[in-house]
């Protein structure tokens, strides 16, 4: 007869016992969720999620008080993340206590004392969507999974080298020893950062904060998938950040410098993330390229080529097809200008995708190329700093999706300039996409500002041509 198993403890349990649904196919136990439910319980939790979400934070409370059920619902710490945050009463007056509960309630009454209870443990009650994002918080990061790591390393390559062998192949590269004369790396820690942001907010997740909130929302935090901060008007709040950090030589030549400051688009940001924060598969929408900085932590990184679909993905439209051998790019973009989207599978994935892989550690940068979609995660506790990099490679890509998809911008690119060619793009259906050949011999200042309207509409009013023209 084995030994008995060593009970559970409770640190690994969810605070309300919650459990995945599959647990209840070997219960003997009563549903406390169908039970408490009542007529309710024809709907799944999902649906049921929604329209607790349009309830007020005083209803959410009172329902908490009906029964078992109610109360692991209308405790769901999303609910009580988006009361904070999505309030505008509340924005910028929040700290973040312990839960998003907890600083709601702090926050909305601040005269009363709120003491820490322990939450009510609820027996024989089963939620796939209440107990996920807990179980992806808590479970641990493994080492083999971090040390993967399938990207080219280079250290010392020349810029022609680089050039040749990653840009123009449109493959991402991981550079070593290439900002090791910042300042950025000596001066940019949590303290630092907080002394420069004082009396500024930074945006985490579209949302304004002070960064001193933001610190301590990160140390606390229990989030599935942490706040981020990802701000672009780093510099203007804090000016002597700009100056700890030069521009890499693989990287001097920036084409939307013609356009004059004023007309630039928005080019750099600042990162920052506690361990899980970071984003999911995503492409640039502008077909330009990137390159990242890790300052201090480690960011992890997965990529796949323009010819993969990456998983948990689908699209409407045909996958091009594979790339022939030694080439990662030269391949169309979808019609959609925008991030991949989370859509109902249409096209199954491709077989054997593959799997580019990277861990970049402080003091290293990463070229994420065109087309290219990309998953990242913060390992730990990280700050990161991100450019987009404007080359004529990735002009002649973007040039080759953007303006061309229409037969008749090929005559308005050269006779009305880039604000007509923007209006006829807000009028053209995807439907009548076509490949024709591009001709870029045209005035540089005129190709990028064709580009930078097609891209940045928001950077130009289309009543007049752009300055630069």
Same mark, same amino acid.
């Given at each position: 007869? $084995?030994?008995?198993?060593?009970?559970?403890?409770?640190?690994?349990?969810?605070?309300?016992?919650?459990? &995945?649904?599959?647990?209840?196919?070997?219960?003997?136990?009563?549903?406390?969720?169908?039970?408490?439910? $009542?007529?309710?319980?024809?709907?799944?939790?999902?649906?049921?999620?929604?329209?607790?979400?349009?309830?007020?934070?005083?209803?959410?409370?009172?329902?908490?008080?009906?029964?078992?059920?109610?109360?692991?619902?209308?405790?769901?710490?999303?609910?009580?993340?988006?009361?904070?945050?999505?309030?505008?009463?509340?924005?910028?007056?929040?700290?973040?206590?312990?839960?998003?509960?907890?600083?709601?309630?702090?926050?909305?009454?601040?005269?009363?004392?709120?003491?820490?209870?322990?939450?009510?443990?609820?027996?024989?009650?089963?939620?796939?969507?209440?107990?996920?994002?807990?179980?992806?918080?808590?479970? &641990?990061?493994? /080492?083999?999974?971090?040390?993967?790591?399938?990207?080219?390393?280079?250290?010392?390559?020349?810029?022609?080298?680089?050039?040749?062998? +990653?840009?123009?192949?449109?493959?991402?590269?991981?550079?070593?020893?290439?900002?090791?004369?910042?300042?950025?790396?000596?001066?940019?820690?949590?303290?630092?950062?907080?002394?420069?942001?004082?009396?500024?907010?930074?945006?985490?997740?579209?949302?304004?904060?002070?960064?001193?909130?933001?610190?301590?929302?990160?140390?606390?935090?229990?989030?599935?998938?942490?706040?981020?901060?990802?701000?672009?008007?780093?510099?203007?709040?804090?000016?002597?950040?700009?100056?700890? +950090?030069?521009?890499?030589? +693989?990287?001097?030549?920036?084409?939307?410098?013609?356009?004059?400051?004023?007309?630039?688009?928005?080019?750099?940001?600042?990162?920052?993330?506690?361990?899980?924060?970071?984003?999911?598969?995503?492409?640039?929408?502008?077909?330009?390229?990137?390159?990242?900085?890790?300052?201090?932590?480690?960011?992890?990184?997965?990529?796949?080529?323009?010819?993969?679909?990456?998983?948990?993905?689908?699209?409407?439209?045909?996958?091009?097809?594979?790339?022939?051998?030694?080439?990662? %790019?030269?391949?169309?973009?979808?019609?959609?200008?925008?991030?991949?989207?989370?859509?109902?599978?249409?096209?199954?994935?491709?077989?054997?995708?593959?799997?580019?892989?990277?861990?970049? /550690? /402080?003091?290293?940068?990463?070229?994420?190329?065109?087309?290219?979609?990309?998953?990242?995660?913060?390992?730990?506790?990280?700050?990161?700093?991100?450019?987009?990099?404007?080359?004529?490679?990735?002009?002649?890509?973007?040039?080759?999706?953007?303006?061309?998809? %229409?037969?008749?911008? %090929?005559?308005?690119?050269?006779?009305?300039?880039?604000?007509?060619?923007?209006?006829?793009?807000?009028?053209?259906?995807?439907?009548?996409?076509?490949?024709?050949?591009?001709?870029?011999?045209?005035?540089?200042?005129?190709?990028?500002?064709?580009?930078?309207?097609?891209?940045?509409?928001?950077?130009?009013?289309?009543? /007049?041509?752009?300055?630069?023209?």
């Amino acid at each position: 007869m $084995g030994s008995p198993k060593a009970p559970v403890s409770q640190a690994t349990q969810h605070p309300h016992n919650v459990q &995945p649904w599959g647990n209840y196919l070997f219960a003997q136990g009563k549903d406390t969720r169908n039970a408490g439910l $009542g007529r309710l319980r024809a709907l799944d939790d999902e649906f049921l999620m929604q329209v607790l979400a349009l309830l007020p934070a005083e209803t959410l409370g009172r329902l908490a008080c009906v029964n078992r059920a109610f109360y692991c619902f209308s405790n769901h710490e999303d609910l009580w993340r988006a009361l904070t945050l999505e309030a505008p009463e509340l924005e910028g007056k929040w700290r973040f206590k312990n839960t998003w509960q907890q600083t709601y309630l702090k926050a909305s009454l601040p005269i009363h004392n709120f003491h820490r209870k322990h939450p009510l443990r609820v027996q024989g009650f089963y939620s796939d969507l209440l107990y996920q994002p807990w179980h992806c918080t808590t479970v &641990p990061l493994h /080492s083999s999974w971090l040390k993967r790591d399938t990207i080219d390393r280079r250290t010392g390559l020349s810029v022609e080298d680089f050039k040749q062998q +990653y840009e123009l192949p449109n493959k991402p590269v991981i550079l070593q020893n290439t900002i090791d004369d910042w300042p950025a790396l000596l001066n940019w820690n949590s303290k630092y950062l907080k002394k420069v942001f004082k009396g500024n907010t930074i945006l985490a997740g579209d949302y304004p904060m002070g960064f001193d909130n933001f610190l301590a929302y990160s140390q606390r935090s229990r989030d599935e998938m942490p706040l981020y901060l990802f701000d672009k008007h780093f510099a203007s709040k804090a000016p002597q950040l700009a100056a700890d +950090y030069k521009v890499p030589k +693989y990287f001097d030549e920036d084409l939307f410098s013609v356009l004059g400051e004023a007309g630039r688009p928005d080019f750099r940001w600042l990162i920052m993330g506690p361990p899980r924060s970071g984003s999911t598969f995503h492409k640039d929408p502008n077909a330009t390229s990137a390159w990242n900085a890790v300052v201090t932590g480690s960011k992890k990184w997965i990529m796949y080529p323009p010819s993969a679909l990456p998983p948990g993905q689908a699209t409407l439209l045909p996958i091009p097809p594979p790339p022939p051998p030694g080439l990662f %790019h030269r391949q169309l973009p979808s019609c959609n200008p925008f991030p991949l989207l989370i859509l109902p599978r249409t096209l199954p994935p491709p077989t054997s995708p593959p799997h580019p892989f990277c861990v970049r /550690s /402080s003091g290293s940068v990463v070229l994420v190329e065109p087309h290219i979609a990309s998953l990242l995660t913060l390992a730990q506790m990280s700050i990161c700093f991100s450019i987009m990099h404007s080359c004529t490679t990735c002009l002649s890509m973007c040039l080759s999706f953007r303006i061309c998809i %229409h037969p008749t911008l %090929h005559s308005l690119m050269t006779t009305n300039g880039a604000c007509h060619v923007m209006s006829c793009l807000e009028s053209c259906p995807c439907s009548e996409i076509c490949c024709m050949p591009v001709h870029l011999a045209l005035p540089m200042k005129l190709a990028i500002a064709v580009f930078t309207a097609c891209c940045f509409p928001e950077s130009y009013a289309c009543q /007049s041509p752009p300055a630069c023209l």
